[in-house]
Nanobody
Framework: QVQLVESGGGLVQAGGSLRLSCACS????????MGWFRRAPGKERDLVAA????????YYVDSVKGRFTISRDNDKNTVYLQMNSLKPEDAAVYYC?????????????????WGQGTQVTVST
């Protein structure tokens, strides 16, 4: 059974940094892409950053460009989000997302998975 285990959230002052990690394990799969979403109170869950697994091409939402960096460790099936120059508006629950290939002798499909979420709080 696939599991996404997140770590690295916490409380930080505005202007500070945090690094989130998300490790994907369990079952038989190949990673297609992984990313980070966030949900602030009263808002929907929105994509923050994503990365393709084969070539490491990143995507960022405009509000985090130049401040956040997404990276991956293919061997560990782990994605990271380095968050610098944090702002109060970055405060949210951050969720790891993985889209995985499940390939057998008779079928090939992709499935999406979510982590449990990790709280990021930014104080002024």
């Amino acid at each position: 059974q696939v599991q996404l285990v997140e770590s690295g959230g916490g409380l930080v002052q505005a202007g500070g940094s945090l690094r989130l990690s998300c490790a994907c394990s369990g079952g038989t799969f190949s990673v297609y892409h992984m990313g980070w979403f966030r949900r602030a109170p009263g808002k929907e869950r929105d994509l923050v950053a994503a990365i393709t697994w084969t070539d490491g091409k990143p995507y960022y939402v405009d509000s985090v460009k130049g401040r956040f960096t997404i990276s991956r460790d293919n061997d560990k099936n782990t994605v990271y989000l380095q968050m610098n120059s944090l702002k109060p508006e970055d405060a949210a629950v951050y969720y790891c997302n993985a889209v995985l290939w499940h390939i057998s002798a008779t079928s090939k499909s992709t499935l999406g998975y979510w982590g449990q979420g990790t709280q990021v709080t930014v104080s002024t």
